[in-house]
């Protein structure tokens, strides 16, 4: 029975001072609403992370998918990554004499940003989407519904191993697109540009510290965090059919690259003294 | 409103429906249900007692709120007010333990089957053994693979759920459901998207497990013919709120306006009625599985 229908009955006019407020904040609210369904997917995650029965069978399955699937990507994107900075740090270092430098530079920026960055990129466009795309038809097909009138948590049995599966396998991803990079600014300085072996790994040595790789290791973790759990959210609260899933998709990888970029801000503020 | 099987109570339009006291032996009560999304009013004041062994469909268009309470009694919704006791007990005072216990007297047959689309056949209906008993895998898959021959879909126990029909997806769906010997077997839409044949197979089916098992069965659907076929009692849902409850006879002599429209329009053979007078009643079938509950509640106790 409908109860009244549209606030502010049909179509109000600009003049409604409530309804003119009202859509104004609408973003804002929405935002709220939507940091607020996230944490408590977050907490009920963590609290179901300790309980039992521990689903080790879909855990494994899901460090395949968020790793080994990915790796292949990953590393194309690392090494073309590597190779691209190793020939722009050349042409702007040239300028100044100072080539030799271009294998600590790369090393540093590929550990400290573009590792951790572009894997949890690639994780949220591969691994994101294909979670968000899953659980959305399960919830579009009632198998989410079907999981917990058979007596099982769908956060634990679904939501758990992918979240766990993003915080282990994206640091290991971003360090195999560190190790590549560093492969394809070696192939691009040394073998095509001919700068000199010896110093290309002495600069590395002596401009990268263990704190740069530090850095990055907890930004992917966090990143793997965010990027699953983001995707995992708006799979597991798709609304409607096939429609409703194609948006919990396209939501879900343009949320984690924005999750990104601002977590990436936030670590790098606090990590890093200037 | 009473609940008696051959009673037939018309609900006014703007009446509310009253709580009453459940007769004894009523493992289902809904008491003056009301969920509200927003603004929207979805269930206004729902009462309705199932009996044990009784089949009560809930008939109605779409939007009328009959998923919503089918989702409500399964503990997927909570309520925005009134109450659903399950043999007795509140489900909204539940904790998520005591309502994943309570869940195992459930079985629940999906509108779209949700088969687990990553798992063979056998293993959707193995799933629940599996998550819920201590079973070994041998015991396991004698329990499926003989649910599976009850259904007549033991043939498909190797397949994916993509690669069989509706029809059978419906059966695996009703094997799962009925794995964990469930005593109410909820189902939500059983025939929809199903063409005719397979439709009163499937109500064949719903109607066998009665007999056989007799289990306690609540059947969401706006197929007027299954209702005729299946049902002890028909309550029908007109706007979140019941307008006729009562046997299928109560809805043919109905004279609420959207229920005789909705009779009208789903040019339902009356005489299907007269082939209802071999069934066993509702009273029949429980003094018939009086004894064999008994023994299942003891094992329970004693385990």
């Not at chain 1, 996230?38 to 995650?45: G, H, P, S, W």
């Not at chain 1, 704190?211 to 907890?218: I, K, R, T, Y």
């Not at chain 2, 029809?167 to 010997?181: D, N, P, T, Y």
């Not at chain 2, 429980?286 to 509640?297: I, L, P, V, Y």
Request: aromatic residues 8%; neutral net charge; hydrophobic residues 45%.
């Amino acid at each position: 029975m409908s109860d009244g229908g549209d606030a502010g009955g049909g179509g109000g006019p600009p003049t409604d001072s409530r309804g003119l407020a009202r859509r104004i904040f609408a973003p804002a609210e929405e935002a709220i609403e939507e940091l607020g369904i996230l944490v408590q997917m977050a907490m009920r995650t963590l609290a179901w992370t300790f309980r039992r029965p521990f689903r080790v069978k879909v855990f494994v399955a899901q460090l395949e998918f968020v790793g080994v699937q990915s790796l292949f990507l990953v590393g194309l994107v690392g090494l073309f990554t590597g190779m691209v900075f190793a020939i722009q740090t050349v042409y702007g270092f040239r300028r100044f004499s100072a080539e030799n430098l271009m294998g600590g530079v790369v090393a540093l920026s590929l550990s400290r940003e573009m590792a951790p960055v572009l894997t949890a990129i690639m994780v949220a466009a591969r691994a994101g989407s294909g979670m968000a795309a899953a659980l959305g038809n399960m919830r579009a097909t009632e198998q989410i519904d079907a999981l917990e009138t058979m007596a099982v948590s769908p956060i634990q049995y679904l939501v758990v191993p992918r979240v766990l599966a993003g915080v282990i396998m994206v640091p290991v991803l971003a360090l195999f697109f560190f190790g590549v990079g560093i492969g394809g600014a070696y192939l691009v300085g040394v073998v095509w540009l001919r700068l000199d072996p010896g110093f290309f790994f002495d600069r590395i040595q002596a401009l990268m510290d263990k704190s740069d790789l530090v850095q990055g290791l907890v930004k992917s973790l966090v990143f793997g965090y965010a990027v699953t759990l983001i995707s995992c959210r708006h799979g597991f609260y798709a609304k409607g059919g096939a429609e409703g899933v194609g948006l919990a998709t396209t939501r879900a990888v343009v949320w984690s690259v924005v999750g990104v970029f601002m977590l990436d801000y936030v670590i790098t503020a606090l990590l890093t003294t200037v | 409103m009473t609940v008696a099987t051959d009673t037939a109570v018309e609900v006014t339009k703007s009446g509310p429906s009253h709580s009453v006291s459940p007769p004894v032996d009523t493992p289902v009560v809904v008491d003056a249900l009301v969920k509200r999304y927003g603004d929207k009013l979805v269930l206004d004041g729902i009462t309705l007692h199932i009996e044990r062994a009784e089949t009560v469909v809930v008939i109605g268009g779409s939007g009328a709120g009959k998923s919503t309470l089918v989702r409500h009694l399964i503990g997927l919704e909570r309520p925005t007010a009134g109450r659903i006791l399950v043999e007795g007990i509140d489900i909204a005072s539940l904790s998520d333990y005591e309502m994943s216990k309570l869940r195992r007297k459930f079985g629940m047959v999906f509108q779209r089957y949700a088969l687990f689309d990553s798992m063979s056949v056998f293993d959707n209906v193995a799933f629940p053994l599996r998550e819920q008993t201590k079973l070994g895998e041998r015991a396991i898959r004698e329990r499926v693979m003989t649910k599976l021959k009850e259904l007549r879909v033991e043939h498909a126990a190797a397949r994916m759920p993509s690669e069989i029909s509706g029809g059978m997806s419906k059966r695996v769906g009703i094997a799962r459901a009925l794995v964990m010997e469930p005593e109410i077997l909820i189902y939500d839409e059983p025939t929809s998207g199903l063409d005719p044949v397979t439709s009163r197979t499937v109500d064949e089916l719903i109607e066998e497990m009665r007999e056989t098992f007799g289990i306690t069965s609540i059947v969401i659907t706006h197929d007027m013919t299954s209702a005729f076929d299946i049902a002890d009692r028909v309550a029908m849902l007109v706007r979140g709120r019941i307008a006729v409850e009562g046997p299928p006879e109560a809805v043919l002599l109905s004279e609420h306006e959207d229920v005789r429209q909705f009779v009208i329009a789903s040019a339902v053979d009356p005489t299907r009625l007269e082939k209802r007078s071999k069934r066993k009643s509702p009273g029949e079938l429980r003094a018939a599985f009086a004894e064999s509950r008994k023994g299942k509640e003891k094992s329970t106790v004693e385990s």
